[in-house]
């Protein structure tokens, strides 16, 4: 069985869950879903990345002087809302858990044994918000352009790891392997940025209260990204490694598809195989942020339009890579059309058309051309997730929903003899697309596909690789399935 390995960043837990860091674990959860149906070993990863100096000033803001404990209630704050939302994470990571900081040290030994660590003195602008020196050139009007911040000047000794001897390593993989960074153009901006020559990097920092402490020196915690970045390998189950995709945005892409790899090869690891960096999300064509006070949390979405219609116009809405912009309007608009009208619609008439004219019994099907349109939309599916482009996916699962609305308007069943061949016919092509488009749409709206599949009266039908195989050969309603009980998917939103 071949295996698929997906992760999201770990996020700093200065912040609680938005619809930002939603964004990237949704991504991460439809693709390990997708896989997940077609039969692949998937391992799902998620976390923390806790031994922040921004844990340690949020933790002081809030009062606790604990601050662990601290972590500890940010935890549980990131696990509900990955709950609410349906996430299905395999693994969760912390990095304050003792696997993870015995791994980083384990690892640290491979690449200092190597003789690729040195102390040295640095000088520099670091900014806590990004936990990275910054260069002047990087700044706008003296600004970290991510966070509107001045960065600290900072003049410290630190160890550094000669990421500079790594330089021709990197770019030779960015030349032979095309695919390792997605979006295409990012891949470029990064190898412009290799092409202007790498420095080394400082790995531990002087002085810290928090943090996993550094071998070398007592008085030295590690630079949180070395820490962080090690999460991967540090919660990888045997077997699963090199990891197939990293997920990420923009912002940390160069952590990733840099240093990541420099490490890695370092310390004597397989690369990950893909990099992959989505866009930024604004609000209502703003950013967003705590000092805002802009941030929307996912309860607040989920509890006014139900996590599958979000989860669906994250998804539709922006094109996957680009930047995008969300606004509730937008998502409105979209619940009422694609999800009541084309989805739902389609179900509550193909259910009132069995309901009425064949006793609520789904007819058997005879086999036919729309089974083999059926094939086609999935492999279509499945070509166009594997490039990552989620908004054609779904596109494609929407044309298919079109044809079936086509198909009732014009073959027009309730005018149709009951019994007839004609109208069996009908539905049980609409019957068996619907429970084929359970499947479709599993990845994106899992419960939405499990109430499609209950109304159909297939209720605990499991989304696995077999049971795919019959909805896509139009074989998954048994003989003389009742329906069962009808409810409208999505109800209108004014
Ligand atoms: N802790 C580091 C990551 C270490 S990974 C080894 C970090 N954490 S973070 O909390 O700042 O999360 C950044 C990530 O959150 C982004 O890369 C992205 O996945 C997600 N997003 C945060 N804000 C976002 C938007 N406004 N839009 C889209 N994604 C966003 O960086």
């Not at 609680?16 to 693709?31: K, Q, R, S, V």
């Not at 600004?143 to 790891?161: A, M, T």
């Not at 420099?262 to 866009?279: D, E």
């Not at 070509?383 to 990552?388: D, E, F, M, V």
Request: one cysteine or more.
């Amino acid at each position: 069985m071949e295996k698929f390995y997906v992760t999201t960043p770990i996020y700093y837990i200065n912040d609680e869950p938005h619809i930002g860091t939603a964004y990237t674990t949704i991504a991460a959860d439809i693709l390990a879903r997708w896989h997940r149906l077609k039969g692949f070993r998937v391992f799902f990863l998620t976390g923390l990345d806790e031994n922040s100096v921004k844990t340690v000033r949020a933790a002081k803001q809030k009062g606790f002087k604990d601050i662990q404990a601290y972590a500890d209630e940010m935890a549980g704050k990131f696990i509900e809302a990955w709950k609410l939302l349906n996430i299905s994470y395999d693994g969760f990571i912390r990095t304050t858990e003792e696997r993870h900081k015995k791994f980083v040290k384990e690892f640290f030994q491979k690449v200092n044994e190597k003789g690729l660590v040195y102390k040295g003195s640095y000088e520099g602008l670091y900014c806590e918000d990004c936990e990275c020196f910054k260069t002047e050139n990087e700044l706008v009007n003296g600004l970290c352009p991510d966070h509107k911040k001045p960065p600290k000047k900072l003049s410290e000794e630190n160890y550094f790891f000669k990421l500079s001897s790594f330089e021709k390593q990197l770019l030779e993989l960015f030349r032979k392997n095309s695919g390792f960074v997605f979006p295409e153009s990012r891949k470029n901006e990064v190898a412009n940025f290799i092409k202007q020559g790498l420095l080394d990097i400082s790995i531990s920092r002087p002085g810290l209260e928090w943090g996993i402490p550094f071998p070398l020196d007592e008085k030295h915690r590690f630079w949180v990204w070395f820490d962080a970045l090690n999460n991967y390998l540090s919660a990888c189950p045997e077997g699963y490694w090199p990891a197939d995709i990293h997920l990420m945005a923009k912002d940390i892409m160069r952590f990733h598809a840099v240093i990541w790899p420099a490490m890695l090869q370092a310390a004597g690891y397989k690369l990950p195989k893909k990099i992959v960096a989505h866009g930024f999300l604004t609000i209502n064509g703003a950013r967003f942020s705590k000092t805002l006070g802009n941030v929307i949390s996912p309860k607040y979405l989920t509890d006014k339009y139900g996590v599958d219609a979000l989860r669906y116009h994250l998804f539709r809405e922006i094109p996957f890579g680009q930047d995008g912009d969300f606004n509730e309007a937008a998502l409105k608009t979209r619940i009422n059309s694609d999800l009541g009208n084309d989805l739902g619609n389609l179900l509550q008439r193909t259910l009132t058309l069995i309901e009425k004219k064949s006793n609520s019994i789904i007819p058997s099907s005879p086999k036919n051309s729309v089974v083999k349109e059926a094939m086609k939309v999935f492999e279509t599916v499945d070509r166009q997730l594997t490039a990552l482009e989620f908004h054609r996916a779904l596109e494609t699962i929407w044309a298919f929903l079109a044809d079936m609305n086509k198909l009732v308007n014009e073959t027009e069943p309730w005018n149709l003899p009951p019994n007839s061949k004609e109208l069996n016919y009908v539905l049980s092509q609409l019957a068996n697309s619907l429970a084929f488009t359970a499947f479709l749409v599993y990845a994106f709206m899992p419960s939405t596909a499990e109430r499609i599949l209950e109304q159909l009266g297939l209720k605990g039908t499991a989304f696995n690789n077999e049971n795919l195989g019959k909805a896509k050969a139009f074989s998954l309603i048994p003989e003389n399935t009742k329906i069962g009980e009808k409810k409208v998917l999505f109800p209108r939103i004014k």
